[in-house]
């Protein structure tokens, strides 16, 4: 409401809305990219694994820019670290370095982005617990980090704090990076494992580890692949689900009745629509094809989205919703993006990975994004001359308050903390000034 017969007039302008696209979740934080191209990070930071630089690593539970004017296309988060491909064929790293996972030759810790490297022919990277595997144009594989369970596959268990190829081939079209192993697709449909096999995560029929690329089964129409912690989940180009490794917690989503852990791929029921997957720690999400989301595994901390702290051993909606486009998952929080733009994020919250400025874990999906614009709900002339600005919006933001006569020249009148959800701000000057106009910014 606009009171004292003045005509004021008021705006809210937020800080950059742009559209998330590309998305990654670590164990305990959160890196995504606008449709601008700009890079934003939250959660925990104890490793500088958000990238902003803060000298003090402290977490974020709201999303903060990283960088500015960079156009970043692909990134990726393992358990401490994070590395992200710029539109240039770049790659870059930063975050926890102890096993050389960063890939850039030194053991350190790293709070901001640092080139790995000058290549610029890289294509793809997904990240590991503590290691790293990237894909280049011409279709060569590299990996670097922890190599303790031949989690790189180069033929031995020694790390390497650099990029090192797989092999000598050119045929690799995507992969994935699980706990302490490693899934990749090659070009003609056949699906390739190595690494930690404890729990039969490879899918090769056995629990025997193993230092360098071995085929899961002989089947090649395997369209996507990704790794949990110690649990394989991929799609078949009919659309079907299979399964493999670790199903102590469900997060295999087969029938009952199955073993603790599956050595070879299973199919998750019968279904012919499943569009995309992620894999979390203990627990599976995925998308169908008319857009529903679906979830199944542990959910001691509301990681599935449905409401409770009831594990699932088998498929179980998330929500009614039927518009979702893209899902992943961290640890134990999930990031979705609906068709219309939107992010939402739930589970474990005890790091701010959810986002939402808060530290209380969801057990239903947030939206975060995008995010609740400001609004002046009262806006009067006092006796004094002097004008009283009420405005409502997120809790725990702070604002700019500027004011102008003209709508060209606009000056700080103060800053604005709304601790509650609501606040209220003075301009002093406005009888001297002839201030008719306001508008709230974030810094």
Do not use: C
């Amino acid at each position: 409401m606009i009171a004292g017969g003045v005509g004021l007039i008021a705006s809210a302008v937020a800080a950059n809305d742009a559209p998330f696209q590309p998305i990654a979740a670590g164990k305990w934080h959160t890196v995504a990219i606008k449709a601008d191209g700009s890079l934003w990070a939250w959660g925990r930071n104890e490793w500088g694994q958000l990238g902003d630089g803060d000298g003090n690593m402290e977490g974020k539970s709201s999303p903060v820019p990283i960088g500015s004017g960079d156009r970043w296309l692909a990134v990726a988060a393992g358990l401490y670290h994070t590395v992200a491909l710029k539109a240039d064929g770049s790659l870059w790293a930063w975050g926890w370095n102890s096993y050389g996972q960063l890939g850039i030759n030194f053991i350190d810790i790293t709070n901001q982005p640092v080139q790995m490297g000058l290549d610029r022919d890289w294509r793809a990277v997904v990240a590991g617990s503590r290691h790293t595997v990237a894909l280049k144009t011409d279709g060569s594989l590299w990996t670097w980090g922890n190599n303790e369970y031949g989690q790189l596959g180069i033929g031995n268990t020694k790390p390497q704090f650099s990029p090192v190829q797989v092999g000598t081939n050119h045929d690799w079209r995507a992969v994935a990076a699980g706990r302490n192993y490693t899934v990749a697709l090659k070009t003609n449909g056949s699906l390739w494992a190595w690494g930690d096999n404890e729990y039969g995560q490879l899918g090769i029929g056995t629990t025997k580890s193993t230092n360098q690329p071995v085929q899961v089964g002989t089947d090649q129409d395997w369209r996507a692949v990704v790794a949990g912690f110690s649990h394989t989940m991929a799609l078949k180009t009919n659309n079907t689900l299979w399964a493999w490794g670790n199903n102590r917690s469900g997060n295999l989503g087969v029938p009952a009745g199955y073993p603790p852990e599956e050595h070879s791929p299973v199919q998750v029921g019968a279904s012919h629509d499943w569009q995309a997957v992620a894999a979390g720690e203990i627990y599976t999400v995925a998308l169908k094809t008319d857009n529903t989301l679906w979830a199944w595994g542990g959910n001691n901390v509301g990681q599935l989205g449905i409401g409770s702290t009831s594990a699932q051993s088998s498929p179980v909606q998330v929500v009614t919703d039927q518009d979702w486009q893209t899902v992943t998952s961290g640890g134990s929080h999930t990031v979705a993006l609906k068709t219309d733009g939107s992010l939402w994020v739930w589970g474990f919250n005890d790091y701010g990975q959810v986002g939402n400025g808060t530290t209380e874990t969801q057990y239903s999906p947030t939206p975060i994004w995008p995010s609740q614009l400001p609004k002046f709900t009262n806006i009067t002339r006092l006796p004094n001359g002097q004008i009283q600005l009420d405005v409502e919006g997120p809790t725990n933001v702070v604002y700019r308050v500027l004011g102008s006569a003209n709508l060209l020249d606009w000056q700080e009148i103060g800053i604005l903390t709304n601790a509650t959800g609501s606040a209220s701000s003075q301009d002093t000057t406005a009888p001297n000034l002839h201030r008719r106009f306001y508008r709230l910014e974030q810094p």
